[in-house]
């Protein structure tokens, strides 16, 4: 049976420093409930979110286009521990921010062409811990891989996972307190 190519490093960031990102990010980024197009209809995204990263780069996603903005000193500290670990470049970062239990993110793969045919992709994650699933898109019916995603953890997915996986964010019917993910793209040079 295939398995999902990812690696999951718990304590990446230590409690301490991910508590303290945690709110430097909660209240210095422009969070925006941003609305995509499905069906011909403008429908609100279920979280916050903000798009960050080296300029001129942009991320055109269900029918929105988004537009870097400078990288906040906090993040970009993070993004060059990542890629002394990863020995990779990162150049953008999509950050999201799950206010309750009631935000979530479906099914998706991040196989947008602009991050080229086998993106590397390194999220992070700062807060409530959540639940993360994978399913296979030749074998939907193949158990569901379920990852806990903790607070400052490292979910390093691999280059076949976006062409053969999809990954989603479940909401939950628990009262939980807020999440901040952080997934670290590389948009190649057009
Ligand atoms: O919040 C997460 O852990 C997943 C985020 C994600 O899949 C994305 O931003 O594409
Ligand atoms: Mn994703």
Redesign the pocket.
Known sequence: MTKPDYWLKQNFLSQTESQHLFATLENEIAWRQDTIKMFGKEIKIPRLQHFMGDKGIEYRYSNTTLTASEWHPSVNELRKNLETLTQLNFNAV?L?Y?RDGKDS?GW?S?DEPELGPDPIIA?I?LGAN?R?LLRNKKNPKQQKNELL?ESGSL?WMGPTLQRDWQ?S?PRTAKNISPRI?L?FRYFPKK
């Open positions: 999509l999201n799950y993110m998706h991040d999220s994650s959540r993360f995603l979910l990954h964010l993910n997934t």
